[in-house]
């Protein structure tokens, strides 16, 4: 799906002004169709961060979109043998959630659910990430953050990844480490 114009100011002009100019990060779901992201004129804009989905023992979502516009990957679940769960989140409350009130996608009451998987649910780790990163680091400019955040990935599925130069087209610079992040952002700050 192509770009659209107007769209295309939008984000241009949230990572250049927005903040007051220190530009505004914009995290963007790589998508699940198991394709190349570079069609997808959203997650393939050269500001976004397009993040990928991999499992919670660091391989790759079979569904997870992939190319050179992946910039990172943050777990999600659901992979297609079934032995992984989504990620664990809230939900409407009661019956009329996700779950609907079954013990093994939630809790009883069905006010979360563990149902929420692909790169929807990865991508909003990431932001998350960059949340905590600009809650510490408040003046770290958009280039700040992009740097800092592909300095905090873990290489992972180094058998199948093929990184090169340091990425590689399913995990981008690789999973997100959230403590690694927030670390790194605080010692910008200080120096």
Do not use: Q
């Not at 069609?39 to 050269?46: N, T």
């Not at 692909?118 to 680091?137: E, K, N, Q, R």
Request: charged share 30%.
């Amino acid at each position: 799906m192509p770009l659209p114009d107007i769209t295309r100011v939008a984000i241009d002009h949230a990572l250049s002004r927005g903040r007051n100019g220190r530009g505004t990060p914009i995290v963007w779901a790589a998508g699940n169709g198991d394709e190349d992201v570079e069609s997808d004129g959203y997650a393939s804009h050269d500001g976004v961060i397009a993040v990928a989905a991999c499992d919670f023992r660091g391989r790759r979502c079979r569904y997870s979109d992939f190319g050179p516009a992946i910039f990172c990957t943050f777990p999600s679940g659901r992979n297609d043998d079934g032995s992984d769960h989504g990620i664990f989140t809230i939900d409407r409350r009661g019956r009329a959630g996700y779950n609907e009130g079954e013990v093994a996608l939630g809790d009883p009451r069905g006010n979360y659910t563990n149902d929420f998987s692909g790169t929807s649910s990865a991508a909003p780790g990431v932001a998350g990430v960059i949340a905590l990163m600009l809650a510490v680091a408040p003046k770290l400019s958009v280039d700040d953050v992009k740097r800092l955040l592909a300095r905090a990935c873990t290489k992972i599925d180094r058998a199948r990844a093929r990184y090169v130069r340091g990425r590689s087209r399913f995990y981008g610079y690789g999973r997100v480490d959230a403590r690694r992040a927030v670390e790194l952002a605080l010692a910008w700050r200080r120096r």
